[in-house]
T-cell receptor, first 115, second 116 residues
Framework: NAGVMQNPRHLVRRRGQEARLRCSPM?????VYWYRQLPEEGLKFMVY????????ESGMPKERFSAEFPKEGPSILRIQQVVRGDSAAYFC?????????????FGPGTRLTVL | AQTVTQSQPEMSVQEAETVTLSCTYD???????LFWYKQPPSRQMILVIR??????QNATENRFSVNFQKAAKSFSLKISDSQLGDAAMYFC?????????????FGRGTSLIVHP
């Protein structure tokens, strides 16, 4: 049973380019969460999605950032016109909301570097 | 809003010794979950241990145990018989059970160094 998959593991972009980060949840999981981790910081929640729906995007910056979780395929976190401050590790987690405990399983993260 | 505080940016321990990492949190709720996550250099977040607030008994997972003091809002992690592989960042996290919220709040982390 494969865990949460994220790709790429490392992504380098120049200022102004677009970054696309992908997350494939664990098999059977239909809930996906995105977090950002700045250097020497804990994880900060960005957005929570179910298939084809954004449930909670209270942690997403208002501009340049968007997320989707289509009916088929991975969840995508998209950052347009990246700036140096977007450099961080981005983690995806998934859960099976059907369980009472609803544990989130984390992927290995994508480290984004903006030059 | 809930907050999670880890007051120790870094801790050191000798191999085979015991170390305790501290965590305090602030909440007005009575039902919630608390977690400790380990983040090794590979950066994978690994769940170490979890505690349900309504349970008085402290959770234990092999060499890892917690001291959960609900009234004091304290949730420390004890690592016994420390091993070199325990070296990592450790994050304490809180998750509310009210309002359908399933989003954990993380502390800033404690870097654990294990000396051979």
């Amino acid at each position: 049973n494969a865990g949460v998959m994220q790709n790429p593991r490392h992504l380098v972009r120049r200022r102004g380019q677009e970054a696309r980060l992908r997350c494939s949840p664990m098999k059977g999981h239909s809930h996906v969460y995105w977090y950002r981790q700045l250097p020497e910081e804990g994880l900060k929640f960005m957005v929570y999605l179910q298939k084809e729906n954004i449930i909670d995007e209270s942690g997403m910056p208002k501009e340049r950032f968007s997320a989707e979780f289509p009916k088929e395929g991975p969840s995508i976190l998209r950052i347009q016109q990246v700036v140096r401050g977007d450099s961080a590790a981005y983690f995806c987690a998934s859960s099976d909301r059907g369980s009472s405990y609803n544990e989130q399983f984390f992927g290995p993260g994508t480290r984004l570097t903006v030059l | 809003a809930q907050t999670v505080t880890q007051s120790q940016p870094e801790m050191s321990v000798q191999e085979a010794e015991t170390v305790t990492l501290s965590c305090t949190y602030d909440t007005s709720e009575s039902d919630y979950y608390l977690f400790w996550y380990k983040q090794p250099p590979s950066r994978q977040m690994i769940l170490v241990i979890r505690q349900e607030a309504y349970k008085q008994q402290n959770a234990t997972e092999n060499r890892f145990s917690v001291n959960f003091q609900k009234a004091a809002k304290s949730f420390s992690l004890k690592i016994s018989d420390s091993q070199l592989g325990d070296a990592a960042m450790y994050f304490c996290a809180y998750r509310s059970l009210s309002g359908g919220s399933y989003i954990p709040t993380f502390g800033r982390g404690t870097s654990l160094i294990v000396h051979p």
